[in-house]
């Protein structure tokens, strides 16, 4: 499934989407992007045996790490590079192995230092977590 472009400008999205694919982090984690537009993101993750925690559920800490994921890029789609500096996450439901878990993210505000979004992590139509967070602006991207 080829990735979204929902508004952003074609070169932004061309370095945001290599960026995404080619970061370790989510290349260890699985994750694919789905779909950007200006303030929001949206990443997938199908989960597989590495995932798992010790009673055979995904570990929670995938779900945090996929939704600040798509904080942090719907932040990067506005051409800001941030970094967290607090979140929140609470966990409403469990991913199970083979899973399709989407987490998408949402700038509510964007001021001259900090950032607020929040985020929502899915299985199918089920909500399995949400969360906010705070950013710092580091810089504006160069890309």
């Known amino acids: 499934m080829d990735a979204v472009n929902a508004g952003l400008d074609e070169k932004l999205f061309a370095y945001l989407q290599e960026s995404i694919k080619e970061t370790a982090y989510y290349k ?42 798509a904080m942090g890029n719907a932040i990067r789609s506005l051409g800001i590079k941030g970094a967290t500096v607090d979140i929140s996450t609470s966990l409403t439901s469990a991913a199970r192995l083979g899973d399709t878990i989407v987490a998408r993210g949402k700038v509510l505000k964007a001021g001259k230092n900090l950032i607020f979004t929040e985020g929502q992590v899915y299985v199918g139509d089920k909500l399995i977590g949400d969360s906010k967070a705070t950013f710092y602006k580091i810089s504006d991207l160069n890309y």
Do not use: C, F, W
């Open 28 to 69: 260890l984690l699985g994750v694919k992007l789905q779909m950007l537009a200006p303030g929001y993101a949206e990443i997938r993750v199908v989960s597989n045996q590495e995932h798992t925690n010790p009673i055979g559920l995904i570990h929670g800490g995938l779900i945090m790490s996929i939704v600040d994921a």
